[in-house]
Structures are given as structure tokens and as C-alpha cells.
């Protein structure tokens, strides 16, 4: 029984630290966007594929 305890308890970790890593990332990408958008500097090349829903994420 504890084995199995064991190993749910590790897939659940890094299904959090999976999920963590995410959230960081998107944070990044809608900081760029928001630095971009009030230098009013072109967008960076990489989120623009991503810039539509980003930019309705991102408050004015």
C-alpha cells in the first residue's frame, strides 16, 4: 500500500511543477507583450503567432 501511496504522490508532484513551469512561462510572454505595448515597440517575432489572445489577457 505505501508503494502505491509513493508513487501517486510523486506523479502529483510533478504534474504541479509541470503546471508551475507553465504559468511562469505565460507570465514572461504577457510581460513581453506589456513592455512592447507601452514602448510601443514591435512585437517580438516568437509570440506573435500567440499575440491575440495574450493581448486580451494583458490589461491596458
Given amino acids: 500500500m ?3 501511496r509513493q508513487v501517486r504522490l ?3 508532484y510533478i504534474y ?3 503546471l508551475h ?3 511562469a512561462s505565460i507570465y514572461e510572454d504577457k510581460q513581453r507583450v506589456r513592455e ?3 514602448n510601443g515597440t ?3 517575432t ?3 503567432a500567440e ?3 495574450l493581448r486580451h489577457e494583458v490589461p491596458s
Fill in 16 to 18: 504541479r511543477k509541470s
Fill in 21 to 23: 513551469g507553465k504559468e
Fill in 36 to 38: 512592447a505595448l507601452q
Fill in 42 to 44: 514591435p512585437l517580438p
Fill in 10 to 12: 510523486r506523479k502529483e
Fill in 51 to 53: 499575440e491575440a489572445t
Fill in 2 to 4: 505505501a508503494l502505491r
Fill in 46 to 48: 516568437e509570440l506573435r
